[in-house]
């Protein structure tokens, strides 16, 4: 080995090194900034980092566009759900009277509320786009509570960073930032189009998040956790964790 | 050697063969997610809506990933839009990196002026339809670019890829709140949909294009000098 590509390999060697290290700590102020979604992990990382740290920087504060009324879908496409399970079927008998949105984890006040509850708070509605990540999309007036408000009621901690839902159907979640979850258009929706929120659209209620596509709208939602952190089968899966593109 | 030594400028720089090789790589995983993605819904619409419950635009003749959609085939393939939509947008972000050292390497060492623009003179209605007659005789190229070959990178660097990049942004939901008319330029979200397919379309064409007419240049030859720059 020549002199010269001695002294190429160690200057590789250590661009390499100074540019691993300049990453990580690229890493570190990005996630201190709120930029770094929560670690799914593998080969994916680098690209829907970028995504998230890009959309965070560029949308926090954006509104997601909204339609005129003249421009809501006709027939607004119920995507296909799993079949209803028992307890659905049995809450569904009672008019869903009994049905409960439970809010907990870091908050003063865990609460509970029923969904009387829910409508006698102030609602919100906007006439967004729902678009599904298969491509296709339908325009619809959602109506429900904002998720900041029952966030303010139950008293969310400093702390918290992250809003995960559950939906009564086994299996299906979602989870959203604080900069989503505090986001004006983010609704607990029980209203759509005008009438209550049909079955094939998620009634009686459903999780709004209009800025990203329509698996984070989860659907049947009864359970709602404020955290800190996200469980890594609540953040790994098929789908990427943020959905804002 | 003695090729180099008398027409230095003739040798692919080095910027040109790394973004090249990366885009290839980026364009070979957009292409193969895109498809995945695609095979989820392959009707098209126009506007801001579209759905299994509406008529489309047009459809491809192929069976789709999910079975809501009125396809016609009784098969329902398998679903492959999780990984293919991560795949696509990495992809796409090795491509803007790779695009935007090619832009500004290329502004800054005038590559695009001396290597790509074409000469006045080439773009008058006789230089170009025997440029073109030429083309359509198989004539064997040149050793520098002629004038379709100029537009026709052109067009693909400067126009296809960024109308790529801009019909698949106006697609986020994240990005028409920040850019709405930006976005709403096409039409809304499903011609945003529809433009990006038929751009796919475009883009594969050039690949056919290009590559036969790599093959005619000779193959082997052209390869190698992309890869080591000696032309």
Known sequence: MNPLSRRKLISTGLATAAGAAGLATAARLADHAGLMPPPQGGFYTPGDSLTYAAQRLLTRHTLAREFRRDQISPKPFPNPTSPKSDEYKRLEAGSFTDWRLTVEGLVERPMTFSLADLKSLPARSNITSLVCEEGWSYIAEWTGVPLSLVLERVGALPQARYVAYYSIQQGWDGSIDMDDALHPQTLITHTFNGADLPYGHGGPLRMRVPRQLGYKSVKFINHIRVVDHLKPAEVAGDYSWYAGI | ?231
Not at chain 2, 149 to 159: D, G, N, T, W
């Open chain 2, 1 to 231: 050697m003695a090729d180099s030594a008398v027409s230095p400028t003739l040798r692919h720089p080095a910027f040109v063969r790394v973004t090249h090789w990366v885009t290839v790589l980026a364009f070979a995983a957009l292409v193969l997610s895109g498809v995945e993605i695609l095979i989820s819904h392959p009707r098209f619409y126009w506007g801001d809506t579209g759905h299994s419950g509406m008529p489309a635009l047009f459809q491809l003749p192929i069976p789709a990933s999910r079975g809501h959609v009125p396809t016609g085939f009784k098969t329902v393939l398998p679903d492959q839009n999780g990984w293919s939509r991560s795949l696509h947008f990495e992809a796409a972000w090795l491509v803007v990196f790779a695009g935007v050292v090619y832009g500004f390497v290329g502004l800054a060492s005038r590559h695009f002026q001396r290597q790509l623009v074409p000469a006045a003179a080439d773009l008058r209605g006789s230089a170009l339809s025997r440029a073109l007659l030429a083309h359509l005789r198989f004539a064997k190229p040149e050793a520098d670019y002629n004038v379709l070959q100029r537009l026709a990178y052109l067009s693909v660097i400067f126009v296809a890829f960024p109308l790529m990049i801009w019909t698949g942004l106006a697609m986020s939901p994240a990005i028409v709140s920040l850019f709405p008319s930006a976005m709403a330029v096409f039409g809304g979200h499903q011609s945003a949909r529809t433009l990006h397919f038929f751009g796919f379309g475009l883009l594969m064409l050039f690949l056919v294009a290009h590559v036969a007419m790599v093959i005619r240049a000779g193959f082997r030859q052209r390869v190698v000098a992309m890869i080591t720059g000696v032309r």
